[in-house]
Nanobody, 114 residues
Framework: VQLQASGGGLVQPGGSLRLSCTASGSVFVINRMGWYRQAPGKQRELVAT???????DYGDSVKGRFTISRDNDHDTVYLQMNSLQPDDTAVYYC?????????WGQGTQVTVSS
């Protein structure tokens, strides 16, 4: 499974960004897809994930501001990020798993700054 992410960038506080990640390869094994992030000097943390059946899980710090969605027909997951704050600055990594095996995409930088 390969994961290709896009959509990061620089945004002002209070702004919005949308990330997308498309899976290719053996996509039939995938259950969960989603995003984790890692800020400088911090551990990688959950942002949001969604299962093939539509169940979602969010990190506490993004609940109510970020929304994850998934297009199963195109093996793509989206992360709509609203009300972005400087603490959201991090490298965002696309994630997928299947049969208990994790897959990671390359990171995409999100910077929230005025």
């Amino acid at each position: 499974v390969q994961l290709q992410a896009s959509g990061g960038g620089l945004v002002q506080p209070g702004g919005s960004l949308r990330l997308s990640c498309t899976a290719s390869g053996s996509v039939f094994v995938i259950n969960r897809m989603g995003w984790y992030r890692q800020a400088p000097g911090k551990q990688r943390e959950l942002v949001a994930t969604t299962t093939a059946g539509g169940s979602t899980d969010y990190g506490d710090s993004v609940k109510g501001r970020f929304t994850i969605s998934r297009d199963n027909d195109h093996d793509t997951v989206y992360l709509q990020m609203n009300s972005l704050q400087p603490d959201d600055t991090a490298v965002y990594y696309c994630y997928a798993d299947g049969f208990l095996k994790p897959y990671w995409g390359q990171g995409t930088q999100v910077t929230v700054s005025s």
